[in-house]
């Protein structure tokens, strides 16, 4: 009888690596609650975390009433997401993020603190059947027309299965 | 392609009676429309217009649409 042959196995530590994502649109998002929505889903076999993340909401041009606004959270496959952070600024103020320093929105602010927000940022996942939302609304009486940025950084993590 | 959340709310269908399984945004394509009424009634139509896949294989839509009426 031959010697059993045992093929070394090598775990392998899940694999994580980071990308940055930048969204710019300038497409009219037409007042009266018209939405652009952003739904990201991760890699296949990945979790996706958000580690970063920058808004920039210019002012609408020529507004005269309303709001806009960004809202992030989890696509639910309904128009209603569920929203975990959201920011709304009055027709004549712009609305800005910028990881862990600002947190501008004049109308508001959901949590109510940067340190609020970085804190429950760290809380959102998703993969590639759940998607991150990160969606703009537009609820003044204009046409939102200039650039919008929305730029974050995510950490993938394999998951197994 | 538009899509239509049937009236019981389970699935979504097109003009030809097909059934849109997996119901993910990120299956659909640039110019697909879904289209749906909310719990008042108000009907909200979106429509894909961006699909990009990062370098890492994330996939991004962006959908544009609101409430039509209501």
Known sequence: ?????????????????????VLLSSTPIAGGGQFELN?????????????????????????????????????TGDPQNIDLIKGEANYGDPVYFRHGF????????????????????SN?????TVALSINY???????????RRIQFTVKYRQVAG | MKWSL??????WKNYKGEV?????AKDLNIGDQVEQFMDDNKQVLVEVKKREVTEKGAVCITLIGGVVNG
């Open chain 1, 124 to 128: 959102i996942k998703f993969d590639d």
């Open chain 1, 102 to 121: 600002v947190f501008q929105a004049s109308k508001l602010k959901y949590p109510t603190s940067e340190d609020g927000a970085i804190a429950l940022m």
């Open chain 1, 1 to 21: 009888m031959g010697r059993p042959q045992f093929e070394a196995v090598v775990a392998s530590a899940p694999r994580e690596y980071l990308e940055k994502v």
């Open chain 2, 6 to 11: 049937t009236s019981d709310k389970k699935e």
């Open chain 2, 20 to 24: 849109f399984k997996g119901k993910m």
């Open chain 1, 137 to 147: 609304g537009n609820f003044t009486d204009k046409s939102a027309t200039a650039e």
């Open chain 1, 39 to 75: 739904k990201i889903y991760a890699p296949p076999g990945f979790v996706g975390e958000l580690v970063g993340l920058r808004i920039d909401l210019p002012i609408v041009p020529a507004a005269t009433s309303g709001y806009h606004a960004f809202y992030i959270g989890y696509d």
